[in-house]
């Protein structure tokens, strides 16, 4: 990204000190962006669980991304501390971090900024670490993950913007940078969620219910995610 259009996202994203960019949008979809101030004291509540690299969180309405961005900064603060200049661990922990974060909104420019941002958020990090852009084959799996995990959709209906059931991929980081990839229905997650926790979004141990997912892929190496195909049923 220029830093023209950084400049230029950074103008766009938030919605000023009001959390209001338009009254049109108001009117039409309900739409006031959480300011920054009170999305950072509403995740201190949670602050542990923001330091967790592999701790999901789902933004139902996401915007473009004031939450999101904010945890994603703060797991990011937990691989710097603990991978340091190990560059190679650090790519895959950034990968398990974008990994954790969901959200779904019904404006598709709020779903194409939301995912710029967070694209942008590992960017500056990784430069602000290494010295160095992010590499491009890391780039390209944090490009995917995001395609997937930001949905463009109604989390009331349960439906994504083609009509289609929301589905959301679940991440699971395994032994030699390894990742594992399994697709759920979000309609058939909250249709139990009243009963008993979900495994995408919940760590109730033996509580959990656990859903037959709709893709199920290989392990893979992470790099290679953006080429796996789901296994033939």
């Not at 590992?122 to 395609?147: C, G, H, I, M, N």
């Not at 009963?195 to 509580?207: A, E, K, N, Q, V």
């Not at 859903?211 to 790099?223: E, F, G, T």
């Amino acid at each position: 990204m220029t830093e023209e259009a950084r400049c230029k996202l950074s103008r766009d994203v938030g919605g000023g000190a009001s959390g209001v960019r338009s009254r049109q949008r108001v009117i039409d979809h309900g739409e006031v962006l959480t300011p920054p101030e009170l999305v950072n004291q509403m995740l201190d509540l949670v602050a542990w669980e923001c330091k967790r690299i592999d701790s999901r969180f789902l933004e139902p309405a996401c915007g473009d991304g004031n939450f999101l961005a904010e945890v994603f900064r703060r797991k990011l603060e937990t691989v710097m501390e603990s991978r340091g200049r190990d560059q190679a661990r650090w790519e895959f922990d950034a990968v398990v971090s974008v990994c954790s974060l969901y959200g779904i909104d019904l404006l598709p420019d709020n779903v194409a900024a939301c995912r710029e941002r967070l694209l942008m958020v590992v960017d500056e990090a990784y430069l602000s670490q290494f010295k160095q852009p992010l590499p491009e084959p890391v780039r390209r799996v944090v490009e995917f993950v995001l395609t997937t995990n930001i949905v463009h959709g109604d989390a009331l209906s349960l439906k994504a913007a083609d009509g289609l059931p929301i589905i959301f991929a679940d991440w699971s980081a395994m032994t030699g940078m390894m990742l594992k990839r399994r697709d759920y229905s979000f309609g058939e997650l909250l249709g139990h969620g009243a009963i008993m926790s979900t495994p995408l979004f919940s760590d109730l141990g033996r509580d959990v219910f656990v859903p037959k997912p709709v893709s199920d892929y290989p392990a893979c190496h992470y790099l290679g995610v953006p080429d796996a195909r789901a296994k033939s049923r």
